[in-house]
């Protein structure tokens, strides 16, 4: 989950892949989230005026 990669409830993700990632990117931004099960992810995200990249992996999600 995201709060053992490091990432705590308020982060504000800024970049993925150390690419900027805006609001105005629309499908663009979810589509950078996405990619293949175990595939890891580079985020950055801003934590009051502190950056910080944290290292997520992909999983797949548990059907209920």
């Given at each position: 989950s995201g709060?053992?990669?490091?990432?705590k409830a308020g982060d504000q993700i800024v970049a993925v892949d150390g690419r900027p990632l805006t609001a105005s990117l629309g499908e663009e931004a979810k589509e950078r989230l996405l990619g293949k099960i175990g595939d890891p992810l580079h985020v950055t995200v801003l934590r009051g005026n502190t950056e910080k990249t944290v290292v997520l992996q992909l999983e797949?999600?548990?059907k209920s």
């Open positions: 709060c053992q990669s490091g990432m797949a999600k548990a």
